[in-house]
C-alpha cells in the first residue's frame, strides 16, 4: 500500500511541475508582443505642412526631425495680427509637443503648442493654459481638433 501511495504521490507531483511548466510557456508567449498588437509610432517626415482656406493660413516646415524635432511655424489667422518663428519640441508617441518662439508686433514671445500626428496630417491642440498663458496646465488633456488641419506639402507656400 505504501508503494502505491508513493508512486501515486510522485506521478502527482510530476504532473503538477508539467502543468506549471506548460503555463509558464504560455504565460510567456501571451507578454511577447505580436505585429498585431504593437501599435506603430506615427513617421514624422521633415518637409512642409500647411493649411490655407477661408482666409487661415498655417505653414509649418519641419526642418530636422531627431530626439529634437525643428522648424518653422507661420500662423495668418482672418482678422488678427500673423506671427511667424521656430519651433523646437519632442515628439511622444503622436503627440508632438514644444516651444513655439515668435515675433507679433514686435515683441518676441513664446508659447507651447502641440499637434497630434495622424494619417500624414498635423492637427493641432488646444487646452487650458497655466497662469503665464505660455504653457498648457495638463498636457494630457489637450483636445486636437481637425477643423484646420495641416496636410503635407511642398515648401512654396508664403505665409
Same mark, same amino acid.
Given at each position: 500500500?505504501?508503494?502505491?501511495?508513493?508512486?501515486?504521490?510522485?506521478?502527482?507531483?510530476?504532473?503538477?511541475?508539467?502543468?506549471?511548466?506548460?503555463?509558464?510557456?504560455?504565460?510567456?508567449?501571451?507578454?511577447?508582443?505580436?505585429?498585431?498588437?504593437?501599435?506603430?509610432?506615427?513617421?514624422?517626415?521633415?518637409?512642409?505642412?500647411?493649411?490655407?482656406?477661408?482666409?487661415?493660413?498655417?505653414?509649418?516646415?519641419?526642418? +530636422?526631425?531627431?530626439?529634437?524635432?525643428?522648424?518653422?511655424?507661420?500662423?495668418?489667422?482672418?482678422?488678427?495680427?500673423?506671427?511667424?518663428?521656430?519651433?523646437?519640441?519632442?515628439?511622444?508617441?503622436?503627440?508632438?509637443?514644444?516651444?513655439?518662439?515668435?515675433?507679433?508686433?514686435?515683441?518676441?514671445?513664446?508659447?507651447?503648442?502641440?499637434?497630434?500626428?495622424?494619417?500624414?496630417?498635423?492637427?493641432?491642440?488646444?487646452?487650458?493654459?497655466?497662469?503665464?498663458?505660455?504653457?498648457?496646465?495638463?498636457?494630457?488633456?489637450?483636445?486636437?481638433?481637425?477643423?484646420?488641419?495641416?496636410?503635407?506639402?511642398?515648401? +512654396?507656400?508664403?505665409?
Amino acid at each position: 500500500m505504501k508503494k502505491i501511495t508513493y508512486i501515486f504521490l510522485t506521478a502527482l507531483l510530476i504532473v503538477s511541475c508539467k502543468t506549471k511548466t506548460e503555463k509558464e510557456n504560455i504565460d510567456s508567449q501571451a507578454d511577447t508582443p505580436t505585429m498585431d498588437r504593437v501599435k506603430q509610432a506615427p513617421s514624422l517626415e521633415e518637409g512642409c505642412y500647411a493649411y490655407n482656406a477661408n482666409g487661415n493660413q498655417i505653414v509649418f516646415e519641419i526642418t +530636422d526631425v531627431s530626439v529634437t524635432v525643428l522648424g518653422n511655424l507661420s500662423y495668418a489667422l482672418k482678422e488678427k495680427d500673423g506671427n511667424k518663428g521656430t519651433f523646437a519640441g519632442t515628439l511622444n508617441d503622436s503627440v508632438l509637443l514644444g516651444k513655439y518662439t515668435f515675433m507679433s508686433e514686435g515683441k518676441q514671445s513664446t508659447r507651447e503648442v502641440a499637434f497630434l500626428v495622424e494619417d500624414g496630417q498635423l492637427i493641432e491642440g488646444f487646452g487650458e493654459l497655466d497662469s503665464t498663458g505660455t504653457a498648457f496646465k495638463n498636457i494630457n488633456v489637450l483636445s486636437f481638433s481637425s477643423y484646420m488641419p495641416l496636410s503635407k506639402t511642398e515648401c +512654396d507656400i508664403e505665409p
